[in-house]
């Protein structure tokens, strides 16, 4: 069961009574910011809420962990595109306590992914041309670390100006609270 009609028919209702009207703002983010965050479903209004931020505001980037895996990732472009094209002059990243990627065991992860039907034959092939997933699945240890490891990315990459403000905290996922971790 997938939950496609049911919001198929209140988008149906949203449009024609006009509920989006509030939400109406362009594609520039008001205060200029962009936020690295986590996909947790935690903060989907609560850190927007923390931070003081309204719809238009800041321009948001969710992955697993707030973790930039690679400079030439997908993040790391819609980190670049915000800076460029959408006039942003400010980047938070923003880990969260009692992350799910602080527990992700990668053997235990493949093991769900075989249980559920993906092949250990696609496993071993992703192994040996040149993917190695275990270390593509692991999580981190400490969230601390994560977030310095993603700041360091930013500030350190060869498209990013070396004066561009780059901040990392940390949110409590139950209270808002924010923890600064970088702040240069």
């Not at 973790?67 to 969260?96: C, Q, T, W």
């Not at 990315?153 to 060869?158: D, K, S």
Request: proline share 4%; net charge negative; aromatic share 8%.
């Amino acid at each position: 069961m997938t939950y496609l009609n049911e919001i198929l028919a209140f988008n149906e209702r949203f449009v024609s009574e006009k509920q989006y009207e509030p939400y109406i703002t362009t594609k520039f983010p008001d205060k200029k910011i962009a936020i690295l965050t986590c996909m947790d479903a935690r903060l989907f209004e609560l850190l927007p809420k923390a931070m003081n931020f309204k719809n238009g505001d800041v321009k948001i980037i969710k992955s697993a962990g707030a973790v930039i895996n690679h400079p030439f990732g997908a993040v790391m472009r819609s980190l670049l595109v915000a800076i460029y094209e959408l006039k942003v002059d400010e980047i938070y990243i923003i880990g969260h306590y009692d992350c799910g990627m602080s527990a992700i065991k990668p053997d235990e992860m493949i093991q769900k992914m075989v249980n559920r039907g993906i092949a250990h034959e696609t496993i071993n092939m992703l192994n040996h041309s040149g993917v190695d997933i275990n270390m593509w699945l692991r999580g981190f240890d400490d969230v601390h670390e994560a977030v310095r490891h993603s700041v360091d990315m930013v500030r350190n990459h060869p498209l990013i100006l070396k004066n561009f403000p780059v901040h990392g905290l940390v949110i409590d996922p139950a209270t808002g609270r924010l923890d600064i971790v970088e702040d240069k």
